[in-house]
T-cell receptor, first 114, second 111 residues
């Protein structure tokens, strides 16, 4: 079993829809959670960075962490065609460089059509 | 990403050949990382370095080598011992408690 599981999709939604992306994990030591967006042939770009359980909102994006269920989510409101990309969840036992290793999900391919 | 330069963008390897991928940064970050990305498998850590002249193996270090002679540079060599080198290689940098930031990658293919 992989440490982090993410539904690879692909996920296709109409413009304006609310998108929900999810990851589950098995290692209870994970404390720091990230969402990256990756456009085709580009490197991942950090979207959200959260610590422990709770919600964090940034514009149209909301990251949610439920440590008791070992489940994290990214919600995208009013989705736009420019949101079409692969979304990667990542997690770590420590902040930043203190632990070193990020563990990634497989990535979900999202397409938002006009 | 601004401040992280990976080159070349595309690279081809012949059988039995070693190739070196370049990663340079001008943000004065202490930590640098190499990941490999394959379809459907997310990113996997190859090597990382938190200070000059020191580096550690990641989850899939076999068939790869690195050096960290300068703070701004962390080249990755894919040796002939790596039997399945075709992948997208990503370099990342980190500083303190901030999350890692990535370059735009090098796509390696076999001739």
């Amino acid at each position: 079993q992989k440490e982090v599981e993410q539904d690879p999709g692909p996920l296709s939604v109409p413009e304006g829809a609310i998108v929900s992306l999810n990851c589950t994990y098995s290692n209870s030591a994970f404390q720091y959670f990230m969402w990256y967006r990756q456009y085709s042939r580009k490197g991942p770009e950090l979207l959200m960075y959260t610590y422990s359980s709770g919600n964090k909102e940034d514009g149209r994006f909301t990251a949610q962490v439920d440590k008791s269920s070992k489940y994290i989510s990214l919600f995208i409101r009013d989705s736009q065609p420019s949101d079409s990309a692969t979304y990667l969840c990542a997690m770590s036992q420590g902040p930043g460089t203190s632990y070193g290793k990020l563990t990634f999900g497989q990535g979900t391919i999202l397409t938002v059509h006009p | 990403d601004g401040g992280i330069t990976q080159s070349p963008k595309y690279l081809f390897r012949k059988e039995g050949q070693n190739v070196t991928l370049s990663c340079e940064q001008n943000l004065n970050h202490d930590a640098m990382y190499w990941y490999r990305q394959d379809p459907g498998q997310g990113l996997r850590l190859i090597y990382y370095s938190q200070i000059v002249n020191d580096f550690q193996k990641g989850d899939i270090a076999e068939g790869y080598s690195v050096s960290r002679e300068k703070k701004e540079s962390f080249p990755l060599t894919v040796t002939s011992a790596q039997k399945n080198p075709t992948a997208f290689y990503l370099c990342a940098i980190g500083q303190g408690e901030q999350p890692q930031h990535f370059g735009d990658g090098t796509r390696l293919s076999i001739l």
